[in-house]
């Protein structure tokens, strides 16, 4: 059952439940504040294979499996799994999951992936179309610097604005019934696009739809910020959050007190070098997956709304001088 608040909103009569999680990281996640909470670490950004690709196929190959055995469940209990990554035409996610034998949908929603595929996920359940399903993505900071900037090898210098592409995957399994975190409202974000055209300012060019959804949440649903232990945006790094944090200001609104974004998050900023924060798929899939949902599970926390942030742009689209059209999709998460 589900009931439809405005346009964009759907509050969930029939919550989604979280009934297992994983989170995959590398090397510079394993050095940053939030190492302990992830499943499995990897020093070797290869992950044991030959190419930067075949390991963010590993990455995704890990996380699912970690999932499924911390939920004691099997390959075949999976009625879909519902995955993408940044990569072109998502290879990372079908040569990572074409052994598993699961139906399979393929999205991209770039860096916003993870609440498309929890939201997704949500309504499939939420609907009866599913009894348990997967929803997981991946990035990795070597695949996505070749892609859509420079290869790393090539050592070009990083603005101030730029961010750090997080080597990391994020998994959960939601089903319709179970005792974890519920899913109990979804909100799916609309194209904005502010004229943004710098690839190496993803949070200026995002902070604008994460704005966009969130007040679009806020009014469907009657709360605010204030309603949450924490509203968290992703990967939106420290320029994005603070023009975020501006826009509500001029509506009156205060964010200051519970906000943060989880390319803050992610790493030790200063002593990483990283820049304006974090970035990627697996940057909120695996703070979601990792710190989040232990931290609701430990009852630190009981109730966040959970807003990933996504650039639609292509090489191409970038090559050919067009600006970055962005979308975040938003999920109240409560005990």
Not at 42 to 47: I, K, P, R, T, V
Request: hydrophobic fraction near 40%.
């Amino acid at each position: 059952m589900q009931k439809r608040l405005g346009r964009q909103t759907v509050a969930l009569e029939k919550p989604a439940v979280i009934l297992a999680h994983a989170a995959v990281g590398g090397k510079q996640e394993g050095e940053g504040p939030l190492a302990g909470y992830f499943d499995y670490l990897c020093e070797d950004s290869f992950f044991g294979e030959e190419t930067w690709e075949k390991a963010e196929s590993t990455m995704q190959k890990i996380a699912l499996s970690r999932t499924l055995e911390k939920g004691g469940f099997s390959p075949g209990q999976l009625d879909y799994v519902l995955a993408g990554d940044l990569l072109n035409q998502c290879i990372g996610t079908s040569f990572g999951l074409r052994d598993f034998n699961i139906p399979f949908y393929g999205l991209y929603g770039a860096c916003s992936t993870m609440g498309e595929s929890l939201a997704l996920g949500s309504l499939l359940i939420a609907g009866g179309f599913a009894q348990r399903l997967a929803a997981m993505t991946s990035s990795h900071f070597c695949t996505a610097e070749r892609q859509y900037r420079m290869p790393v090898p090539y050592g070009n210098q990083r603005t101030p604005t730029a961010q750090w592409t997080a080597t990391a995957s994020g998994c959960v399994i939601l089903g319709d019934e179970g005792t974890g975190p519920r899913i109990t409202a979804v909100t799916c974000g609309k194209i904005v696009d502010k004229g943004i055209s710098d690839v190496n300012n993803m949070g200026a060019a995002m902070a604008p739809a994460a704005y966009d959804t969130l007040a679009a949440h806020f009014q469907a649903t009657g709360t605010g910020p204030e309603d949450y232990d924490l509203v968290l945006t992703g990967d939106l790094g420290v320029l994005g959050h603070q023009i975020v944090t501006e826009f509500f200001q001029q509506d009156g609104v205060d964010m200051s007190k519970n906000y943060q974004d989880c390319g803050m998050l992610l790493y030790d900023i200063q002593k990483q070098d990283m820049h304006a924060g974090a970035s990627g798929c697996g940057c909120a899939a695996s703070v979601l997956c990792g710190y989040l949902l232990r931290q609701m599970e430990a009852n630190h926390l009981k109730k966040i709304l959970f807003a990933p942030t996504g650039a639609l742009l292509s090489p191409t689209s970038s090559f050919q001088g067009e600006s970055i059209p962005s979308i975040c999709h938003a999920l109240t998460i409560e005990k």
